[in-house]
C-alpha cells in the first residue's frame, strides 16, 4: 500500500524551529515534485514550498526566508525546515507527492497526500 507519512509537528514558541518530514512508503517507482500545504481553521489549503526531483525549489511569498524544502531521493523523503516561526504559521501541514508507480507492467503518476501533522506557534 502507497502511502505518505508526515512527522515532526508539534507546538513551539513564536522564534522557534520546527522540522517536518514526509516519507513515500509502499511500491514506489520514483519521486517526482514534492510539496507542503499548509491549512489553518476556515482557511483554504495553501502551498507552502514545492521541490523538484532536480532540487529546484519555490516558496509561498510568507515564508521565504525562513523556511526551507529539501529531500531525499535515495529515501523518498521530504522535510521542511521551518525557522523563525510565527503565529500565523499555525495550521496543519500536509505532504503532497507525485509518485510514479508500476501496476501490472505499466507506469503510471499519481498524485498522494499525507494526513497531516498539526504545527502551533505561540506567541
Known amino acids: 500500500q502507497v502511502e505518505l507519512v508526515e512527522s515532526g509537528g508539534g507546538l513551539v514558541q513564536a522564534g522557534g524551529s520546527l522540522r517536518l518530514s514526509c516519507a513515500a512508503s509502499?511500491?514506489?517507482?520514483?519521486?517526482?515534485?514534492m510539496k507542503w500545504y499548509r491549512q489553518a481553521p476556515g482557511n483554504q489549503r495553501d502551498l507552502v514550498a514545492a521541490?523538484?526531483?532536480?532540487?529546484?525549489?519555490n516558496y509561498a511569498a510568507s515564508v521565504k526566508g525562513r523556511f526551507v524544502i529539501s529531500r531525499d531521493n535515495s529515501e523518498n523523503e521530504v522535510y521542511l525546515q521551518m525557522n523563525s516561526l510565527k503565529p500565523e504559521d499555525t495550521a496543519v501541514y500536509y505532504c503532497?507527492?507525485?509518485?510514479?508507480?508500476?501496476?501490472?507492467?505499466?507506469?503510471?503518476?499519481?498524485?498522494?497526500w499525507g494526513h497531516g501533522t498539526q504545527v502551533t506557534v505561540s506567541s
Open positions: 509502499g511500491s514506489v517507482f520514483s519521486v517526482r515534485g
Open positions: 521541490i523538484e526531483s532536480d532540487g529546484v525549489t
Open positions: 503532497n507527492a507525485d509518485l510514479k508507480l508500476r501496476r501490472g507492467g505499466l507506469y503510471y503518476i499519481e498524485s498522494y
